[in-house]
């Protein structure tokens, strides 16, 4: 089921305000970047892999480009773009955007509180076919045709084993504050698993996490609660949270080859609504799955780059000269630079809970009030886990 609210798309190019382009390149296992909008001349962005569950997997293609106006900052444009994976034996899986409409809950009354319903139509991320998967062993090329004409592939990727994990672990962390009343606390993920002996190997992880939230009928003085007035609204919904950030970026066994090992490979910040759960069991307060991927030396160097570039001062291409050019690349102008790496791995999974025992102590938050399908990532059904 589709999240009533705003879809929770992947986390990848962020526009802020402020001028500054946050781009996550995803594919190289969610490095975060500040760039500079005036830095890119109209450069395709790729992000996106493919694994071995069932899909949709998606693929969001953009333009950063400049522009001028109010402020001198970027712009992300979203490229219509035919776009195709095709595996050794010459099949080809076609990648398809489609309308969506989301529905939209605001306050029609300036300076009152009468809810009124709008209908958006949005566009989703390219998908792969229901159903389509990766296979183990087998080569996938991705290909994007836009309409000037201009064809990009990928360098063809093998998706290869990934091992499995053998247990997770919790640890309640409190975050270093300047603040003696309020002191940040999340809960820290570690993963242990058997590392292959004699084979350099590279990882990279994604935590997806599940809570209940209750929103009440009305707010502080002066909030307006806005419910749907078509159907009288929801006070209890499900977050579904994907691809939540603070996960480990990407790890070599250059040190570890061959061993059996533990390391933190996510957190996940209290915010004061995640870890609530009233109503829930005392050991079901918040779901946490792991994923975990073996990528190559290739997608792993990309990442080390672009962590480097993030760390320098002053304009992304100033010394030193560091290429952010990933394994895509127009077929007839291979020296134009596209930022991105396409990946095939085969995924691995463990689940935990977050037991209320865990929990040290709880962050404060306002209770919220209106219709909780308006969140984003908001389901009403209860989830598998939750059952």
């Not at 050794?88 to 009124?116: F, T």
């Not at 183990?136 to 836009?146: P, S």
């Not at 995924?347 to 984003?376: M, N, T, W």
Request: charge should be negative; proline fraction near 9%.
């Amino acid at each position: 089921m589709e999240p009533y609210g705003e879809p929770n798309f992947p986390k990848y190019l962020r526009y802020r305000a402020v001028s500054v382009l946050l781009i996550t390149l995803f594919t190289s296992c969610i490095t975060r970047l500040d760039i500079e909008p005036s830095d890119f001349e109209e450069y395709l962005v790729v992000e996106g892999f493919i694994n071995n569950d069932p899909g949709p997997h998606e693929f969001r293609i953009t333009r950063v480009s400049r522009f001028t106006g109010v402020m001198d900052g970027g712009a992300i444009t979203t490229t219509e773009a035919r776009v195709h994976i095709t595996d050794q034996n010459g099949l080809s899986i076609p990648l398809e955007r489609k309308p969506a409409v989301r529905k939209e809950v605001y306050n029609a009354s300036p300076g009152g509180c009468a809810p009124a319903v709008a209908f958006v139509q949005v566009q989703t991320n390219y998908r792969t076919p229901e159903g389509f998967r990766g296979v183990r062993g087998n080569t996938y090329t991705l290909e994007i045709q836009t309409p000037d004409g201009k064809v990009y592939r990928s360098e063809p990727q093998t998706l290869r084993a990934t091992p499995a994990l053998d247990s997770l672990h919790l640890e309640f962390s409190e975050l270093p504050s300047l603040d003696p009343v309020i002191i940040p606390s999340g809960i820290e993920i570690l993963a242990t698993w058997q590392d292959p002996p004699r084979e350099r190997n590279y990882y990279f992880w994604i935590i997806n996490g599940i809570y209940r939230i209750n929103t009440s009928e009305n707010g502080s003085p002066g909030q307006c609660c806005l419910f749907d007035p078509t159907d009288g609204g929801a006070r209890f919904c499900w977050i579904y949270e994907n691809d939540l950030p603070d996960n480990e970026l990407a790890f070599s066994d250059a040190r570890v080859d061959g061993q059996l090992i533990t390391r933190p490979v996510g957190f996940i910040e209290d915010d004061g609504l995640r870890f609530v759960g009233d109503q829930l069991p005392a050991d079901k307060q918040y779901y946490i799955e792991v994923e975990q991927y073996a990528m190559s030396k290739e997608a792993f160097e990309f990442n080390e780059r672009i962590k480097v570039l993030a760390g320098i001062d002053g304009d992304i291409f100033d010394p030193p000269p560091l290429s952010i050019r990933g394994n895509i690349y127009n077929i007839a102008d291979p020296e134009e630079i596209v930022i991105g790496h396409f990946g095939a791995y085969e995924v691995q999974k463990r689940d935990i809970f977050v037991p209320a025992s865990l929990l040290k102590f709880r962050q404060r938050y306002p209770e919220p009030c209106g219709d909780c399908r308006v969140r984003a990532g908001a389901q009403l059904e209860t989830p598998e886990p939750f059952r």
